[in-house]
């Protein structure tokens, strides 16, 4: 019988990071979270009020305060950290520098402490980052991932969902590529059990689907979000959550997340967002699909895009 704690380390306790925390700690996922950041005063006070909400819970859940290098029991460190906001007109590629001098300093110190476990990236640029995780930490790249266009692909079943008045359970349709401008939904392999979704959209609706407009709609959601609230959390935390889960469970589900690609889809030296298949060792396999010829093309543009700001790296 298995008893170790599972123990997630998130790192950075910003909106994103404490939003992941109560995520985690209201679903029971883990046994243990732990808490990093700078600011020891504001680590400590979240710490204390989830110790609080921990109480409630139906098992014993640990909540504690650490050091990045201390994480060699460590499960998955989910890396939340942040360069700083994103001023009016810029994009989440405009954080690249600034998160990727933070990142360059966070995980070589913690692979020499003994870390051996899964990171999980949910830092901006996602794709980008994931690759650098990847790069200074060595470790194979299944135990690298970023949350990548899951929470973008939850987006675009939610809205899709509301509009056929079905779950979002049901809606097999998800986006591919960049956490960012140039990602694209996957219309070619979309559907509601088998049948394709603009056929029962039509039939739902009596209307035809706008495919154009609803992409634009799900890229630039997260933006919406942000201008009326200053950042986004909760959707993100709920994304953390699901990801880590499956990983725990070994669910073998798969999940349209940031992941390094090898060869697939004819590339490689790049992460970005493809299907990928979870298992208690991170990413298991990645799905390959047969894209269409546009789809392709965006895909293409896509990674393109991202391989140029890894060019940026400090």
């Known amino acids: 019988m298995n008893t170790k704690p599972r ?38 006070g979240h710490c204390q009020d989830l110790s609080d909400a921990a109480a409630y819970m139906p098992g014993m859940i640990t909540v504690s305060t650490r050091e990045a290098s201390d994480c060699e029991d460590v499960d998955i460190a989910v890396i ?6 994103l001023k009016p007109g810029q994009t989440r590629l405009d954080e690249l520098t600034n998160t990727a001098r933070i990142i360059k300093n966070i995980v070589p110190t913690m692979m020499a402490n003994g ?35 899951w929470l973008d692909t939850t987006r675009l079943r939610r809205t899709l969902a509301e509009a056929l008045d079905i779950g979002p359970q049901s809606i097999d349709a998800f986006i591919l590529g960049e956490h960012g401008d140039t990602q694209f939904p996957v219309w070619s392999h979309s559907s509601v059990y088998g049948s ?40 993100i935390a709920g994304t953390i959550a699901e990801i880590c889960r499956n990983i725990f469970t070994g669910s073998h589900r798969a999940l349209a997340v940031s992941c390094v690609l090898q060869g697939e889809y004819g590339v490689d030296e790049v992460a ?28 293409r543009h896509s990674v393109e895009v991202i391989k140029a700001n890894i060019a940026r790296l400090p």
Do not use: H
């Open 80 to 85: 939340t950290v942040s360069g700083g906001p």
């Open 196 to 235: 394709p979704i603009a056929d029962v959209y039509q039939r739902k609706t009596g209307k035809a689907l706008d495919k154009a407009a609803l992409a634009d709609y799900v890229r630039r959601k997260g933006f919406e979000i942000y201008a009326r609230k200053g950042c986004t959390e909760f959707g």
């Open 272 to 299: 970005t967002g493809v299907p990928a298949v979870l298992a208690q060792s991170g990413v298991q396999q990645i799905i390959e699909l047969k894209l269409a010829p546009d789809e392709e093309e965006k895909f």
């Open 7 to 44: 123990k997630v380390m998130i790192i950075g306790a910003g909106n994103v990071g404490t939003a992941a925390a109560w995520a985690l700690l209201n679903q029971t996922i883990c046994e243990e979270l732990i808490l990093v950041d700078l600011d020891k005063a504001r680590v400590e």
């Open 115 to 149: 870390f051996n476990g899964i990171f999980l990236i949910a830092t901006n640029p996602c794709d980008i980052i994931t690759w650098q995780v990847w790069k200074l930490s060595g470790l194979p790249r299944g135990q690298v991932l970023g949350t990548g266009v």
